[in-house]
């Protein structure tokens, strides 16, 4: 399996940015996917989830401004972050697992993408 994250960034404060997660080796839409993100010295932290059907999950401090969606036909999976915030700066990282259960346990993971927001 192969998670491959791309688009992070420097931006400012207020502004955007769109994440991309491709994904190879596996059956795409037979797998849930997730956005987590770590920021300096702290714990790893659940984003956003997105299950096999469709349905999706977000974080209370993300909801509103950030949205998980998925492509199956193209393998593809995109985190498009609106109204940044400092408190947003962290690596960002996309996983894979046949539930939304599995992610920490028997997930497959991607190497981060960087975003940094500027106050």
């Known amino acids: 399996v192969q998670l491959q994250a791309s688009g992070g960034g420097l931006v400012q404060a207020g502004g955007s940015l769109r994440l991309s997660c491709v994904a190879s080796g596996i059956v795409f839409r037979n797998h849930a996917f997730a956005w987590y993100r770590q920021a300096p010295g702290k714990q790893r932290e659940l984003v956003a989830s997105?299950?096999?059907?469709?349905?999706?999950y977000y974080r209370d401090s993300v909801k509103g401004r950030f949205t998980i969606s998925r492509v199956n036909a193209e393998n593809m999976v995109y985190l498009q972050m609106n109204s940044l915030k400092p408190e947003d700066t962290a690596v960002y990282y996309c996983a894979a697992a046949r539930l939304v259960s599995q992610f920490e346990g028997s997930g497959s993971w991607g190497q981060g993408t960087q975003v940094t927001v500027s106050s």
């Open positions: 997105i299950t096999i059907g469709g349905n999706t």
